[in-house]
């Protein structure tokens, strides 16, 4: 069992749709992470927050949206995604947000843009 | 322009020998490194890791090697067992250049044959 929790595991939507992604960890750690996985490519890091404040954001569109609401909650908000963006989209937690740290990941939600 | 690179997008091993799974690199400012290995429907689980002073690093059945003078890291896992079957990631990071961001290689799916 992973100790990352995502929710939903699968979402379709359209692209007029609202929807939000959660992740959830209870294992105190200060830095979660968004990442976006297309097939056969390596997971492409999205947002990081660490101390629940936005630490990076790499040039993500802003129809998608990070929120922190506490340091065991991530979420990610979708909004007119394009069929494009359909993908897995991973979270993940490390203790602190420094890259020397193994990050802990949750199995992902698998979204498909109609 | 890929900065980790994993040349070999499948390997197939018997069990009971030794797989060997090869990362190259091309940024010379990484100085972190680490294998993630996944399973289909699950997110990326951390394995092991190097930091640049070292040349190797050992836990159990798993030994990653560093070659900084040819960018190079292998991952050895000896003897493989079925369980081994997975996508095998290799990561990097440049922790010395406060780069929070760790950038992932496309993975190697490991077949290990009865």
């Known amino acids: 069992d992973t100790e990352v929790t995502q929710t939903p595991k699968h979402l379709v939507m359209g692209m007029t749709n609202k929807k939000s992604l959660k992740c959830e960890q209870h294992?105190?750690?200060?830095?979660m992470y968004w990442y976006k996985q297309k097939a056969k490519k390596p997971p492409e890091l999205m947002f990081v927050?660490?101390?629940?404040?936005?630490?990076i954001n790499e040039s993500v569109p802003s129809r998608f949206s990070p929120e922190c609401p506490n340091s065991s909650l991530l979420n990610l908000h979708l909004h007119a995604l394009q069929p494009e963006d359909s993908a897995l989209y991973l979270c993940?937690?490390?203790?602190?947000?420094?890259?020397?740290?193994?990050?802990?990941f949750g199995d992902g939600t698998r979204l498909s843009i109609l | 322009d890929q900065q980790v690179k994993q040349n070999s997008p499948s390997l197939s091993v018997q069990e009971g020998r030794i797989s060997i799974l090869n990362c190259d690199y091309t940024?010379?400012?990484?100085?972190?490194f680490l294998w993630y290995k996944k399973y289909p429907a699950e997110g990326p689980t951390f394995l092991i890791s190097i930091s640049s002073i070292k040349d190797k690093n050992e836990d159990g059945r798993f030994t990653v090697f560093l070659n900084k003078s040819a960018k190079h890291l292998s991952l050895h896992i000896v003897p493989s067992q079925p369980g081994d079957s997975a996508v095998y990631f290799c990561a990097a990071s440049a922790i010395m250049n406060r780069d929070d961001k760790i950038i992932f290689g496309k993975g190697t799916r490991l077949h290990i044959l009865p």
């Open positions: 993940a937690s490390s203790q602190e947000g420094l890259s020397n740290q193994p990050q802990h």
């Open positions: 927050y660490s101390y629940e404040k936005l630490s």
């Open positions: 294992m105190g750690h200060r830095a």
């Open positions: 940024n010379s400012m990484f100085d972190y």
